[in-house]
């Protein structure tokens, strides 16, 4: 029996773990990265501008380089690329605990980005063995894993901060990557022939083979929006909290606040994944947006800190649903020789969304206030729902696009 019908299911479980161990990796770091820098004896005033720069430097870095990976791992097949990524990332993340200066954290940040890969191959490797009628399922889950580490990393770096030492955390998130980088290396399982340069598709026509060259940049184009609309209220997020009145145990509140979207979009994501299955990731995908859309208008008239939260918990299970429905599309139309750099193109729209989604949201509640960066999100994801609702309007009768 090939590949595809016998261990995707092992391959999956290994690739959630992975994926789990890798956004756990990068979120534990994010609460006391601005301590980090400070203690690394940053220039009064400059400590907020190194800190932002290191978190934003590492996406983009990641986002210039993702098409290479992509062609590599479509010569050389997932696995090589995963553990490529995580070996790497096991050095530059244990790493971080030997800087003596705030200059080679940059330096390492900036090589983290460069060499990052391991969920869009993950992704590129389950989507290439999962049978058809079950790739919204397994990829719904797979971005569980995600979601997950992500949802934990905070809540286990502050702990751990205090109670190791900011240093010991990135020696910590080191071994996790190794064990990461272990596990891939043993248990995924890939049956890839490496293909010369001559016979390799060119991207070019990767690009063509596509069976929809303006539903691909849509689904690109909506990936980067959902970066945005996610990365654009993280920086004004507790500002936002406190406007509401929350004023004892705001850090408390504001972490419950922000996992609560996390929370429902891990629970819901498989199960979302196979309802796409079933009535067709195109509509699970245009009723996603609509839905967060409507989210985030409503987060714009809370008038409570538990109204937001309770809004937050209900706009994850729209995130939940949106993720799975563009990997499944991706693995649709796509032909399998370029699924790889597919999903990489895919992946660098989603790293220019985490650096401009911060800046918008910045930028509007500068000017407008800290209501107009909900306003102005609702706007792009509605302009990102007619555009999708277009693109996909000859084939709502349909149950796929073939």
Sequence with gaps: ?????????????IAWLGNFFTGASFSLVMPFMVLYVEELGAPKGMVEFYAGLAVSLSALASALVAPLWGWLADRYGRKPMMVRASLVMTLTMGGLAFVPNVHWLLFLRLLNGMF?????????????????????????????????????????????????????????????????????IFFIKEDF??????????????????????????????????????????????????????????????????SAMGFSSMLSSSRLGRLGDRIGNHRLLLIALFYSFCMYFLCALATTPLQLGILRFLYGFGTGALMPSINSLLTKITPKAGISRIFSYNQMFSYLGQVLGPM???????????????????????????????????????????
Excluded at 1 to 13: A, F, G, Y
Excluded at 203 to 216: A, D, N
Excluded at 372 to 400: D, M, P, Q
């Design 116 to 184: 990052a890969g391991y969920v869009p191959n993950s992704t590129a490797l389950i989507a290439s063995q999962a049978p058809k009628q079950h790739s919204g399922y397994a990829l719904g889950t797979l971005s569980t894993g995600v979601t997950g580490g992500m949802l934990i990393g905070p809540l286990m770096g502050g702990i751990l901060a205090e109670w190791l030492g900011i240093r010991h955390v990135f020696l910590l998130v080191g071994f996790i990557l190794l064990i990461c980088s272990l596990m891939t």
């Design 193 to 258: 022939e490496p293909v010369s340069r001559e016979e390799a598709m060119p991207t070019r026509e990767v690009f063509k083979e596509v069976k929809s060259l303006q539903i691909l940049i849509g689904l690109f184009i909506t990936s980067m929006i959902i970066q945005i609309s996610a990365q654009s209220v993280a920086p004004i997020l507790t500002l936002y909290i406190r406007h509401l009145g929350q004023t004892e145990n705001l850090m408390f509140v504001s972490g419950f606040i922000v």
């Design 360 to 402: 918008v949201g910045s930028n509007v509640a500068a000017s407008l206030g800290y209501r107009s960066v909900f306003f102005v999100t609702c706007g792009i994801v509605f302009v990102n729902f007619l555009w999708s609702f277009i693109n996909f309007r000859k084939y709502l009768r349909v149950k796929e696009i073939v």
């Design 1 to 13: 029996m090939p590949i595809e019908t016998v261990n995707w299911r092992q391959n999956l479980k």
